[in-house]
């Protein structure tokens, strides 16, 4: 579990400063590849944390990072019925996927650095 959760948080950390490095330097469609790669690798991600039961406490910030989601989700399959909304769920997601990813590796940074530690090393 360690070992994933090193490469997950790792994974997520590069590909966003990359996707967002490289955009800033070619101007072109790389920023939007990013936001489906980064994107794509945190769904995988959440997806195995869920499956696994890993740090997913109910009240936990991946519990609830989860809802959000799950309420996203939601909201795009009745966007599929109702075309405004569906419009303006991509807007609002068009602004606020980057700070998602940046949090959701936040997240996963702090599991791996913080609450993996064994006890005595949180101590100080």
């Not at 790389?30 to 936001?35: A, D, K, N, R, V």
């Not at 740090?55 to 405004?84: D, Q, T």
């Not at 650095?113 to 090393?121: C, G």
């Amino acid at each position: 579990m360690k070992k994933f959760k090193q490469i997950d948080a790792w994974v997520s950390i590069i590909g966003i400063i990359g996707f967002a490095l490289v955009s800033m330097i070619r101007f072109d469609a790389t920023f939007i590849i990013g936001y489906f790669a980064v994107g794509a690798w945190q769904v995988v991600s959440m997806l195995v944390h869920a499956i696994n039961g890993w740090f997913c406490e109910k009240g936990s910030a991946r519990y609830n990072y989860h809802w959000v989601v799950a309420v996203i989700l939601v909201l795009a399959l009745l966007g599929m019925a109702i075309y405004p909304l569906l419009f303006i769920l991509l807007i609002a997601l068009l602004f606020t996927a980057p700070f998602m990813a940046i949090g959701y590796a936040s997240m996963c940074y702090k599991e791996v650095y913080e609450k993996m530690q064994r006890p005595l090393s949180q101590l100080k």
